[in-house]
């Protein structure tokens, strides 16, 4: 009972160290790329500018710092809308605002792909600094090969910038628990990987995933992307090579004016590619596209993608 006892006190001891550990000092420096972020304190008011972001950061609890987001084309999930509702938007579905428009609602803090931070959309990075404003790019848009690891890298670096670690750590359990549910399964089966092909869009050629975060969530659903040698994230491939590798499953990208319906319907109606084993035995899995970006849909990607793979497995 004694031993017990100083055990206890001295956990209690250790409990405010403890926080202190899972507290961000300031001024805190984040490396993104080839940028050195310095922040003197936690941002007050942040922008988000592509609707993943904005939903991660809704995941973290944040909508009491963010003063506008962007570039939501597809609607907020349901458990997060009525945090979304209360955010300005500072553009429609489908654009970037433009930098007059970030510059009026005063930010401290900018979140979004890299194509966001550029001359044709809000602005450079090294412009929103010159301006006031730490602009953070998420990850898996700087370089080629993202995994679900850069995911967690940017979680886990919102956390320390808005100095929230432990919820940050929370969301990254949450993510990762899901998706190993998943994992674990196809695993559990030996059954063997499945050759994919993503279809994102196009009609003269196909429009498809390479070194993107997509390939990664296929490899976690059990499949291999045909395509996953590709020296870009995102590239067009001709119908020829498409029939040469010979996909067993095709990916359908679901966004935008053309329905997946009209997708499949395309494909199914080429006769260049009527030898391919997706389209002889009909197996198409449609995805909407803002689960295979960087965020909290990850897991559902990758459930969908499974499921599609191996149905007999998720009856």
Known sequence: MKLRTLLAASLLAALPALAMAQ????PLT????DDALVFEKAPERAVTLNGHVTELMLSLG????????????????DSLKADYDTIPILS????SPSLEVVLGVNPDFAFGRLSAFRDTAVAPVAKLKELGINAYAVKGTLIKGA?????YEDISNLGQIFDMQPTATALIDKIKGEISAVTDKVAASGK???KVLVYDSGEDAIYTTGKALQTELIRLAGGD???ADLDETWSNVSWEEAVARAPEVIVINDYGTTTAEAKIALLKGNPALASIPAIQNDRFVVLPLPSAFEGVRNPDAVRTLAKGFYPDLFQ
Do not use: C, E, R
């Open 92 to 95: 429609d579905g489908t654009g």
């Open 30 to 33: 984040i490396h993104n790329g």
């Open 23 to 26: 507290s961000t000092v300031y």
């Open 225 to 227: 992307n045909v395509f």
């Open 192 to 194: 063997p990987k499945v």
């Open 147 to 151: 995994t679900m690891d850069d995911v």
């Open 62 to 77: 944040l909508a009491p710092k963010m003063v506008g987001t962007a570039y939501l084309n597809h609607p907020v999930l």
